[in-house]
Each structure stands twice: as C-alpha cells, then as structure tokens.
C-alpha cells in the first residue's frame, strides 16, 4: 500500500504486523542457532572441566579432539548404529556395528565379532551382562563415565558436559580416548 506524506511524496506503508513477522523470525533463528550450539557434548578428563582437560568434542556424532569445531577433523564418526573411520559415513570406512546393544566388528552381526555389549549405560565386554564383565558404566544424569560397575565419584574416568551421548556416541567416545 502506498500513501502520501505532507510534502506530497509517496511512500510504502508497512503494517505493524510485518516488523512482528521480522522480530519473530529472527528471534526463531537464534534460538535455532543456540540450540544448535547447545547438541554438543565435551568431554573431559578433569571433574572440574577445566579447558586445558578438555580432550574431545561430539557434534552431531563427530567425535573431534580437543576444542576443534570443524567435522572434517573428526576421529570417529557415530550415525546409524555405526562408528566409521574419521568424518566419514560411507560402507568402505565402518569400523563397528551397532545392533540390539551389541557391538561387532566392520558390518558384521555374527556371534564370533560380538565385542562389547551395552545395557542401562553399562558397557559389558563381550555378550555378557554380568557385573563381573562391565567395564564401564555411563551415568547420564551426572554425565560421567565410571570404571567397572560403579558409581562411585573418585571411580568417574571421563567428565561429559552438554547433551547426553546415545550408545553409538558412548562407543566412539570410549574408542577415540583408547578405553576400548
């Protein structure tokens, strides 16, 4: 709509509820952009999470050493129930198999590459689930990884901070400090 000012020169008329439009989009699109930052989870060796502790970084599945954000330097890469090779996703560099809380060698799901085994957070070697057997439990409430089944404060071996990881991200994690 166009209209008329004192001097008799024309000029659009903007109604009120397009700058709301405009205030409502670019407030959706920070708050798209901060939850973006927010779907990532660090990992520590120190409880206090210090920056100089501060040993790897998973972004949307990427596991990154250190404080780098660029994906292409990820070490692994967790997606579809799979932990490939560095930033990739393609079937030449899958490394393990996720399947049912059980984790196997390459694209296999045979007994005889079964590795490790998760159930409830506790990461058992091999097709066992007895307490025996876990190697390590992760608490996501308190966003720690302990050794063996524990919950014990002084036994916490890594210190997570953001999202919670899901079972394929907990594996990379555990590979890429060596655990595994």
Same mark, same amino acid.
């Not at 590459?113 to 409430?141: E, F």
């Not at 990884?145 to 916490?156: C, G, H, Y």
């Given at each position: 709509?166009?209209?008329?000012? *004192? !001097?008799? /020169?024309? +000029?659009?008329?903007? !109604?009120?509820?397009?700058?709301?439009?405009?205030?409502? %989009?670019?407030? =959706?699109?920070?708050?798209?952009?901060?939850?973006?930052?927010? $779907?990532? =989870?660090?990992?520590? =060796?120190?409880?206090?999470?210090?920056?100089?502790?501060?040993?790897?970084?998973?972004?949307?599945? /990427?596991?990154?050493?250190?404080?780098?954000?660029?994906?292409?330097?990820?070490?692994?890469?967790?997606?579809?129930?799979?932990?490939?090779?560095?930033?990739?996703?393609?079937?030449?560099?899958?490394? +393990? =198999?996720?399947?049912?809380?059980?984790?196997?060698?390459?694209?296999?799901? %045979?007994? *005889?590459?079964?590795?490790?085994?998760?159930?409830?957070?506790?990461?058992?070697?091999?097709?066992?689930?007895?307490?025996?057997?876990?190697?390590?439990?992760?608490?996501?409430?308190?966003?720690?990884?302990?050794?063996?089944?524990?919950?014990?404060?002084?036994? $916490?071996?890594?210190?997570?901070?953001?999202?919670?990881?899901?079972?394929?991200?907990?594996? $990379?994690?555990?590979?890429?400090? !060596?655990?595994?």
């Amino acid at each position: 709509m166009i209209a008329l000012n *004192s !001097e008799r /020169h024309l +000029y659009p008329i903007t !109604e009120p509820n397009e700058k709301n439009m405009i205030k409502t %989009f670019l407030f =959706t699109l920070l708050l798209l952009v901060l939850t973006g930052v927010k $779907a990532q =989870t660090y990992v520590y =060796t120190d409880e206090h999470l210090s920056f100089d502790k501060l040993i790897f970084n998973v972004s949307n599945g /990427h596991v990154i050493p250190g404080r780098m954000d660029l994906w292409s330097d990820a070490v692994l890469t967790a997606s579809d129930n799979k932990i490939y090779k560095g930033f990739s996703t393609i079937g030449f560099d899958i490394l +393990y =198999t996720l399947e049912d809380g059980k984790l196997y060698i390459g694209e296999s799901t %045979f007994s *005889s590459d079964l590795l490790y085994t998760i159930k409830n957070g506790k990461v058992y070697k091999g097709d066992s689930t007895m307490m025996m057997d876990c190697l390590y439990t992760y608490d996501g409430i308190t966003n720690k990884i302990f050794k063996r089944d524990s919950n014990f404060p002084l036994d $916490a071996v890594l210190f997570l901070q953001g999202k919670m990881l899901n079972q394929e991200e907990l594996f $990379a994690v555990l590979f890429a400090t !060596e655990m595994l």
